[in-house]
């Protein structure tokens, strides 16, 4: 998809591919044939401009043909280069970091306030973490007692312009949270199991929002790729495309 639409992010892709994979694999309430369902458990991507995983992991789980995701990044497709909730599955439009987990609180706090059973779970990248206004709604959550939120980190360790630890230090990360007065759990991001067995559990504590950090390697899977900051913004040219595929398994 990256390759044909030579388009970018497959770095950050890559590094949340498994996470997505134990999410629509066996933790989300979704029923791909009514993707509107009422009491479906709700999914934001926050960091939107990684959505080509998104997109995939929704087309294998059958929210659309597979055939369209080779659509990706082309005139008037809607599969968009940052996710668009004209995707059938896809519940906000998100590609300006530091909007998704603001939005997803007022989601969770309208299901409070409804009484209804569907969660919502957002995903966040570590270089979302230095924007304000995920930091107001990591205070807002536990202030409402918002224990039907659920967030995961990709904490692959590099953003755009460099290491997070060169552009803005988050560590200790789990004990901000902690003093923030949210449920924290650390896991290998690419351990599928482990991810499934945390995310089984939530709420982890009753009036607690819960957040997954997840540690991961950028370019996950493909080792010219993996850890490289370049990998961030860059698309594969043909050579690189045949290796990587070759890597996982999925030849061209």
């Known amino acids: 998809m990256v390759a044909?639409?030579?388009a970018s992010h497959i770095g950050g892709a890559l590094s949340m591919a498994d996470l997505l994979a134990a999410l629509y694999g066996g933790i989300l309430h979704v029923k791909p044939e009514d993707p509107r369902w009422p009491l479906r458990d709700r999914f934001i991507l926050s960091k939107g401009h990684c959505c080509t995983a998104l997109y995939a992991a929704l087309a294998l789980r059958g929210f659309f043909s597979i055939d369209e995701l080779k659509t990706y990044g082309q005139e008037g497709s809607r599969l968009m280069a940052h996710v668009s909730h004209a995707v059938p599955g896809v519940d906000f439009s998100t590609g300006s970091l530091g909007h998704g987990l603001p939005h997803g609180?007022?989601?969770a706090l309208a299901a409070k306030r409804k009484a209804e059973p569907w969660r919502t779970f957002v995903m966040i990248s570590d270089g979302e973490?230095?924007?304000?206004?995920?930091?107001?709604a990591i205070l807002f959550a536990p202030q409402h007692g918002l224990d039907n939120l659920i967030?995961?980190?990709?904490?692959?360790?590099?953003?755009s312009l460099g290491n997070v630890e060169d552009v803005l230090e988050l560590g200790p990360l789990s004990d901000k949270l902690r003093a923030f007065r949210w449920s924290v759990r650390e896991v290998?991001?690419?351990d599928h199991h482990a991810i499934h067995r945390a995310l089984v559990e939530v709420p982890w504590e009753r009036g607690k929002p819960s957040c997954l950090i997840a540690h991961t390697i950028k370019g996950k899977g493909?080792?010219?790729m993996e850890d490289k900051l370049l990998w961030h913004y860059k698309s594969p040219d043909a050579g690189q495309l045949e290796q990587a595929l070759n890597q996982i398994g999925c030849p061209g």
């Open 151 to 159: 967030v995961t980190v990709d904490y692959n360790k590099i953003q």
């Open 105 to 107: 609180c007022g989601r």
């Open 222 to 224: 493909v080792d010219f």
């Open 129 to 136: 973490l230095d924007e304000g206004s995920t930091w107001e």
């Open 4 to 6: 044909s639409a030579k």
């Open 188 to 190: 290998d991001g690419h």
